[in-house]
């Protein structure tokens, strides 16, 4: 009986052990699953750390280098400063080494510049061979547009001028399709340049240039007679050393100028009274082609009447600059024909002893007529071979725009008309030589009308 009660005693520890046993091990199993976890998320917070350190040095790093961005921003804002305040010093020192502390300058003259510096050279070289003598007159300064280093060099290596740059980084947005962007950037240029001259050093009057002229002898000369002559007639808006048809064969006597309502260019003389109404309203490049509304260059420009308003431009007979570009932005055009052969004057005329009066405009207009007058009046198809055949000086009338294109080809002459003006044109005549001394006048529809002439 004992035994029995021992035997069940046993059984119910045994019994009374397993589900003791089973929570034992579901604890265990428990707790290491929970010692997994916090493992893991220890685990977690250190690679948390750890990317949070990587983080923390990358900002780090970042703000030394934004850091080290602002202090070479700085240095570099400080050396442009100085850049500055070094070019202004020696267009100061320049200017006043070239103009001196007395003579008040005739004009500045500019050289518009860009990457030619070949170009440059041997316009610089032409310049100073005839400006050296009169600098006092004629403060030389270089204008270059763009950062060219060749270009630059080459203007800082001569003594007798200042050197001015351009650096235009806007960019650049055409009217049209098919716009070449040189010449926005050329009418840009040109402002700029004249405006520093006109505003900040103050000139009177400027006699502008490109990167691709030499200069006759009596250039200068020349345009100090041409600057009475500006200052006293103000129905003159500029005095030119071009003739468009200045070719050898068209040209004869260095000693006589004209009137034109057609605006030159290629060297030529502008005040400030005019720039101070040009520069306001100086357009991105012209208006050319079908009624003037494609928009290309700057010079065409000044050609419409509503910019010269009856305002006329002096010119030469035989030409004081001579354009050697046949490269630039204008692709050559027209040189071999037209720019190539024309003749640069090589006499050495006294312009100080001549008596120009006949130029201002109400004894022009006089002069002018006389001259038509006198010559042969000429008609028919023939009109070129009759002309030929005669001595004096000769006229031929035509009636639009197509017949003078037609007797202009004829002889040679430029054909091509702006704003409804011919090239060299004075009240629609057209003037120069044939063969001979002799005198050709093309004559307008209405041009004896507007001369005062009553035909016979």
């Not at 763009?146 to 001028?161: C, F, I």
């Not at 098919?178 to 050093?201: S, T």
């Not at 000044?302 to 001579?322: D, S, W």
């Not at 041009?447 to 035909?455: K, P, R, V």
């Amino acid at each position: 009986m004992g035994k029995c009660c021992f035997c069940d005693y046993r059984y119910l520890l045994l019994i009374a052990a397993i589900p003791f046993i089973y929570i034992q091990m579901r604890l265990f199993v428990t707790q290491s699953q929970y010692a997994d976890r916090i493992a893991d998320d220890i685990e977690a917070e250190h690679q948390c750390a750890r990317q949070t350190r990587l983080l923390i040095d990358q900002i780090s790093l970042q703000q030394e280098r934004l850091h080290s961005l602002e202090e070479e921003r700085k240095h570099q804002d400080q050396e442009c400063r100085q850049l500055r305040a070094l070019v202004q010093d020696l267009e100061r020192k320049g200017l006043k080494k070239l103009v001196g502390d007395v003579q008040v300058p005739v004009s500045a003259v500019v050289v518009m510049a860009c990457n030619r510096a070949d170009y440059l050279e041997r316009t610089i070289k032409s310049i100073l061979k005839h400006q050296s003598s009169v600098a006092s007159k004629y403060p030389l300064f270089i204008s270059q547009d763009g950062s060219d280093p060749s270009v630059r060099s080459k203007a800082l290596s001569y003594d007798g001028l200042t050197y001015m740059q351009h650096l235009d980084y806007e960019p650049v947005h055409t009217e049209r399709p098919g716009e070449l962007i040189a010449y926005y950037k050329i009418a840009r240029h040109y402002k700029w340049a004249l405006d520093q001259l006109f505003y900040k050093h103050n000139f009177s009057r400027v006699i502008i240039l490109e990167d691709d002229m030499e200069i006759a002898p009596d250039f200068f000369d020349y345009f100090e007679a041409g600057a009475a002559l500006l200052d006293s007639d103000k129905t003159i808006m500029a005095i030119s050393s071009w003739n468009d048809n200045g070719q050898r064969q068209f040209v004869h006597d260095p000693h006589v100028l004209y009137r034109s309502d057609f605006f030159p260019g290629l060297g030529w003389m502008l005040s400030k009274s005019t720039w101070d109404e040009l520069s306001p309203k100086w357009p991105k490049a012209y208006p050319s082609g079908t009624n003037f509304k494609v928009i290309t260059y700057w010079d065409d420009w000044l050609r419409l009447k509503e910019n010269h308003r009856g305002r006329q431009f002096i010119r030469p007979e035989v030409c004081r600059t001579y354009n050697f570009g046949e490269h630039g932005s204008s692709m050559g055009q027209f040189f071999r024909q037209y720019l190539e052969p024309i003749k640069l004057n090589d006499v050495k005329v006294n312009w100080k002893s001549m008596d120009l009066n006949y130029l201002v405009e109400d004894k022009y207009v006089k002069h002018f007529a006389d001259m038509i007058k006198k010559a042969t009046p000429v008609h028919g198809t023939d009109a070129i071979l009759k002309a030929y055949n005669i001595d004096g000086d000769v006229r031929i009338q035509y009636q639009d725009k197509s017949d003078f294109e037609r007797i202009a080809s004829q002889f040679g002459i430029f054909e091509e008309w702006k704003d409804g003006v011919p090239r060299t044109a004075y009240k629609g005549i057209v003037v120069f030589r044939y063969q001979t001394q002799r005198r050709i006048f093309l004559v307008g529809p209405d041009s004896l009308q507007q001369l005062g002439i009553e035909e016979a």
